[in-house]
């Protein structure tokens, strides 16, 4: 999902904040589990297969910050300018915008 290219008062820009608070905690958690986990970047195997590789490192994950175990820092591989592309979504895509917007902000 995308957010509104131009929000319009109210809930579509409710929707953007939310949609960027989300996007931004999404990514800061990717970042650290490629930052552990050096297997994570440029995964070269079947979706099957990476979802079973991305469980298993967040299992870890989460059993190491369980013990106190300290990761590595989190390194950006996007410049800040990829970030604030909006990139217009397909018609399926932006009715569901619409009504996550309308039922939820």
Do not use: W
Request: proline residues 9%.
């Amino acid at each position: 999902m995308t957010p509104y290219p131009e929000p319009e008062p109210g809930p579509q820009t409710r929707f953007n904040l939310a949609h960027s608070r989300t996007r931004a905690k999404v990514e800061m958690t990717i970042g650290i589990l490629k930052s552990r986990f050096q297997c994570l970047r440029g995964l070269r195997v079947s979706p099957e297969r990476a979802c079973d590789i991305i469980v298993a490192c967040v299992v870890l994950h989460n059993i190491a910050t369980i013990r106190g175990e300290s990761h590595p820092p989190c390194i950006e591989e996007d410049g800040p300018e990829e970030h604030l592309k909006i990139l217009e979504a397909n018609r399926d895509r932006r009715l569901l915008r619409d009504r996550v917007c309308q039922n939820h902000f």
